[in-house]
């Protein structure tokens, strides 16, 4: 099946010669929820920018539903909405001013606009707000707003670039659902973010990207099984006043009445309810100390950014 | 994009200039007409009447033509450039930038906005000088031609500069150090035949001299200079700065990282 996204051999190098991807190679299926995460600085944004044509690539085909974003550059554009990291709307325009005018980009009538306008701005708890100046929106609001406009002509790809940066929990889980939401009716989601809960919850897959290459492509559930270790956080109904020794367990005392413990592949949690229990130490609840996809996340990055420190040393 | 869909994106972006120039009136239409009233106190009743006669003209009536091309010109540059900017500096480019609108919809766009203040202001302008002189048109075709070509180029001009401009120092240095002294030199409160051969001959290199005299010669029907031959230079230079604008625009230079 034809990819929402193909990317082969994408380079950039900026006038400054730094070189931010170094021909990267990427396909996003149709209808997927993918999430490109990395550092800052690992050429995310660039791979975005590229893609909507804010940046300029410097080598490398891009193709969005089959349209190559050079050759038929008008098609492909219609097919992608972006949402951008930083707020790019004229703050001194009302949210349905800067909707209707996007949607005259795309060479969309103005009724149409209108209607779409108000079906989206509802969706997104902005309708209300419609005729204020933009500039007196939340951060939240803003970054719905931004998300409305980039779906005032409906494209089937929808990129966005940390959308839930700065939102807070609430407003970031009601984001999630309507992304959700949207994806189940076809629309092929790409998203970016530093917060890898949201991506573990959401995407089906990832590509990590660092320091301008792909360093890991694959499934969620496939990358998730790659995790060898996991830290939990064990509340126990005693206080403690030391900490319990498990053999083949390494356990930190982190409270009185808290306890972490790494379990590697393998070991089993059974196994030490029951030893606990049997030092009268009661479970009454747990949870893994970070992000299952965080730990991965973090040991993949530090991996390279320790082998390219080693790398510099033996030089 | 098929042409009626063009067509949708230009309505849109001139839409959206002309609603950005209404929206902050007391900053883009407010100041033009005071500053012209001005003007026309000061030079055309209390210094004019001083002055008597200007090429055969009472000198209220030499410099209104003037005075008028100037507002056109000065508003022209500056809706673009200022709005154009503005854009890159909020980043709402980006809009249009993402979208499948062609490149010179965009310029088209944009360079019709500052025509359309520059012409709204020159024809308050118009109206308001008819209160301080007299004068008819001599020649309608050549009034309305030269000062849709002036505003055109100006819009043109406005345009390169925002796209060049990486601060908003850099998009008043052009209108005030190029396009003020040009507007001054360029026969709006004197005839070029007061000045020497040396002043005279290089003041036929500045562009508005041309645009003023052939918008003078439509109103009153006296003019220092060729009129076909202002009307060459008016249309050489808008060619000129369309095409390199468009290409600014292409390459992306200053706008696409």
Known sequence: MQPALSIKNLRKIYDNQFEALKGIDLDVAKGDFFALLGPNGAGKSTTIGIIC??????????????????????????????????????????????????????????????????????????????????????????????????????????????????????????????????????????????????????????????????????????????????????????????????????????????????????????????????????????????????????????????????????? | MNSNQKWIAFDTILRREIRRFLRIWPQTLLPPIITIVLYFVIFGQLIGSRIGTMSGLPYIQFVAPGLIMMSVITNSYSNVVSSFFGSKFQRNIEELLVSPTPNWIILLGYVAGGMSRGLGVGFIVTLLSLYFADFSIHSLPVTIAIVLMTSLMFSLAGLINAIFAANFDDISIIPTFVLTPLTYLGGVFYSIDLLSEFWRNLSMINPVLYMVNAFRYGIAGITDINIVWAFSMVGLFSVLLFFLALRLLETGSRLRS
């Open chain 1, 53 to 315: 044509s804010l940046v300029r690539k410097t080598e490398g085909v891009v193709t969005i539903f089959g349209h190559d974003i050079d050759k038929d550059f008008s098609i492909a554009k219609q097919f992608v909405g972006v949402v951008p990291q930083e707020f790019n709307f004229n703050q001194f325009e009302k949210p349905i001013e800067i909707l209707v005018a996007q949607a005259g980009y795309y060479g969309i009538k103005a009724n149409i606009a209108l209607e779409r306008a108000e079906k989206y701005l509802k969706q997104l708890g902005l309708w209300e707000r419609r005729n204020e100046i933009s500039r007196t929106l939340s951060g939240g609001m803003k970054r719905r707003l931004m998300i409305a406009r980039a779906l005032i002509h409906e494209p089937q790809l929808l990129v966005l670039d940390e959308p839930t940066a700065g939102v807070d929990i609430e407003l970031r889980r009601s984001m999630w659902e309507f992304l959700k939401e949207i994806n189940d009716q076809g629309t092929t989601i790409i998203l970016t973010t530093h917060y890898l809960e949201e991506a573990e919850s959401l995407c089906r897959n990832i590509a990590i990207i660092d320091h301008g290459s792909i360093v890991k492509n694959t499934s969620m559930k496939t990358l998730l099984k790659q995790l060898d270790r996991e830290t939990f956080i064990l509340d126990v109904r005693e206080e403690l006043t030391e900490c319990p020794i498990l053999e083949g367990y390494l356990l930190t005392l982190v409270d009185g009445h808290s306890i972490e413990v790494d379990v590697t592949k393998g070991q089993s949690m059974n196994e030490i309810f029951i030893e606990l229990s049997l030092q009268n130490i009661h479970v009454i609840s747990m949870r893994n100390k970070a992000n299952r996809l965080e730990e991965l996340f973090f040991d993949m990055v530090e991996k390279n950014l320790i082998d390219a420190a080693g790398g510099q040393a033996d030089e």
